[in-house]
């Protein structure tokens, strides 16, 4: 398949984590349009390393191959770590003001 | 000669330990021992000088050299004292006029508090300090420091009595006066040491030739500048008389026999770079404003009943004749009349300090009369310098008064004659306030008769000293017709080249002239005891009115300097002050704050917008990284 796809997915995939970021008022809902856009950068950093290693112009060594998938699984080590803490705002904040709406969150206005 | 040089430097700073003890110790010492600290180094310094007087008998001049006060490069000032003739005779007029007048202070200021006591002494002992400094620098600019260091100390003692805002005002237009000629003293020096490279007289004097037309002119009419304000002459004369409103010791001191002769000292000093041909116009300047100042202050004293404004506007009147005769190139006439000047009018100035202390505080003359009864010290010792100042043979002023107008007469017939007119003056306005004050009946209250008493001891005996001095002071210097040797000028002769005469008068007009001005002071003086024999007050009227009100010049001067240099600082501080530059720096304050107001909504606590901004930030970043590059 061609690189293109796999980029349109992953625009497609960021741009709606964007949106939902933007958009959304619920923490949670936040939250996963954030790992969305994550998973589009993993999604990406795979196929252009799937791409380098079988381009025949490029020198497809093997570091060069899976340098990229490396760091996909340090992408993930961070977003499960980012999971943990996140969850845990999100919790303490239910506990504060009973509600995930980041918009009451605003206590530093004034 | 090595051991004058080596203790010169004490002359000096005895009286700066002075000052140091009674200033700081003001809050602990007795009066008795600030009066003898502040006597007692002014006398050590007398005893030295005398010793300096003796050993440059003989010709000899030197300069100490300490350190190096300026050095710049190729520049060196050094803290040089020039040890000679003419820096060793206001040595001695300094701290022996000095010495005699911090004894009469011991006694004429014992009401003060103990601690203004001692910080009258040591504001005396700085001013002594200074004007030694002054003598003996042996560069203008050393000489520079006296000269703003006297300044100083004249603005401290005019504000004494710090309470009464008239004199505070006074000790203003004092100092700003000053001030205003100093600006002209130090333009002088920039010039000499821009053009010579040193400030060093014997440096300056040697190399004179290097000095062209301009520069010539330039520098001396700018020195003239300085002296015209410290040594009170028209333009700047106006803070002189007001200047009265220090302690009548003071006023012999500092206004009358020291300080005010600075500017003589100064240009006496440079009598070569003044003798210089390219500077005649700068002579004939000096004789005119001499003489000029001679005749208004004389004419304003006619009118005067405040006794030390009389006296005040008469050592205007006799520092004009100085300038005369420094202007008609007779340097060693001036110093002679210096020395006898300090010796008269200190005596006047403390006589009428003991008038106004028996009189409680009363100056006016037209309260006076009939004082002889009671002081009769004073009253003597009065006349004597009365005597003294309208040229009575044999009495000093005679002397000195008559050198001056034989040189007058020598240089121009109508100068000497102008100059006899103010001479007749001077003695008719002296007679006025002698008879005035001592003779006739007493036109004082009540209490004020019942008050009068002759002063203690401290006081009279200055006052006869003063008086011996007064007497005899003139026989230095008696002209060669009356069988003297003119003993002041061969004395100078190392510092004061022989005065040449270019058109040298027969010892018979000398005679004349002598016995002409001599029967006009006469004259002036029958007319002054027959006009004010019997006091009976009136009103001024035409020119009395005029003369009584000084000719109008402090209100002119008030109009046409004062008043429109004060719209113009109001116009400044309303407009460009307060406007302009307040406007300004409050409109930036003001700018920032209004942007900063803006600027702060868009923090607006909402999560999103912030994401949202991110995100455009991120946007641009990118559009710029992909096709703008």
Known sequence: ?110 | MNNVLQIVWLIPFLPLMGFLINGLGRKQLSKTFSGIIGSGVVLASFIISLYVFFSVKGGNTHVAHYFNFVNIESLKIGFDFQVDQLSSIFLLIITGVGFLIHVYSTSYMHEEESKDFAKYFSYLNLFVFSMLLLVLGANYVIMFIGWEGVGLCSYLLIGYWFKNNNYNNAAKKAFIMNRIGDLGFLLAVFWLISKLGTADYHNVFANISKLGKTDIIGITLLLFVGATGKSAQIPLYTWLPDAMAGPTPVSALIHAATMVTAGIYMIARSNILYSSDFAEITRNIISVIGLATALLAASIALKQNDIKKVLAYSTVSQLGFMFLALGCGNYTAAVFHVMTHAFFKALLFLGSGSVIHAMGGEQDITKMGGLNKYMRITQVTFLIGCLAIAGCPPFSGFFSKDAILLSAFEHNKILWGLAVFAAMMTTYYMFRLYFLTFSGKFRGTHDQEHHLHESPSAMTLPLIVLAILAIIGGFVGVPHILGGHNEIATFLQPVIPMHENANPVSSGTEYGLMIGTTIAMLIAGIFAFMQNRNFVAKENKGLGKVLENKWYVDELYDSIIVKPLQSVATFFNNILEKKGIDGFVNGVGKAVNYGSRQVRLLQSGHVGSYVLLMVIGILILFIVQLFLK
């Open chain 1, 1 to 110: 398949m061609e690189i293109k796809y796999y980029i349109g997915l992953a625009i497609a995939l960021f741009c709606t984590g964007i949106i939902g970021v933007l958009t959304r008022r619920n923490a949670i809902i936040i939250f996963m349009c954030v790992e969305l856009m994550l998973n589009a950068v993993n999604l990406l950093l795979v196929a252009f390393s799937k791409m380098h290693a079988l381009s025949p112009v490029g020198i497809a060594t093997p570091s060069v191959v899976s340098d990229a998938q490396v760091f996909v699984f340090f992408i993930m080590v961070v977003a499960a770590a980012e999971v943990a803490v996140g969850l845990a705002i999100i919790v303490m904040m239910y506990r504060n003001v009973h509600s995930v709406d980041v918009n009451f969150l605003n206590r530093l206005k004034n």
